[in-house]
């Protein structure tokens, strides 16, 4: 993912936000073959393998959101040493734009942790 694209941003997000909140139902579905009507009609059969589709799909999130968290951290370390230097030389064309891709990669790390917030609403089921 190119973390300066927004459209691939959008896409990964799509990805992992599906992944944890919609794919225990999507994938049950796909690999029965049924209906949404016919699995709330026979939702305790189809409980365990719901079950086991949700867990996959909270997993495929998790990774997915670390693996472009710890992306976007080694690039604000880049963005912040350079931007350090600028300053130290008084770079007056360098230092907005560093600073616009400093708060860039900012708001993004804040878009993944939302999709983090997502998915742990689903495993408490709402609770708090």
């Not at 059969?45 to 998790?62: L, N, T």
């Not at 130290?88 to 560093?98: A, G, T, Y």
Request: hydrophobic share 40%.
């Amino acid at each position: 993912m190119d973390i300066y694209n927004i459209s691939e941003i959008e896409i990964e997000l799509r990805a992992t936000s599906d992944a944890a909140c919609g794919n225990g139902i999507n994938a049950l579905l796909d690999s029965k073959k049924i209906s949404i009507e016919e699995f709330i009609e026979h939702r305790e059969k189809y409980a365990e393998d719901f079950i086991r589709f949700s867990h996959d799909g909270f997993k495929g999130a998790q990774n997915r959101i670390i693996k472009n968290i710890l992306l976007i951290q080694d690039e604000q370390e880049v963005v912040k040493q350079n931007l350090k230097k600028a300053r130290v030389e008084r770079n007056k064309e360098e230092i907005p734009e560093l600073i616009n891709k400093k708060k860039h990669l900012e708001n993004i790390v804040k878009l993944f942790k939302h999709c983090a917030d997502a998915l742990v609403w689903q495993l408490i089921q709402g609770q708090l």
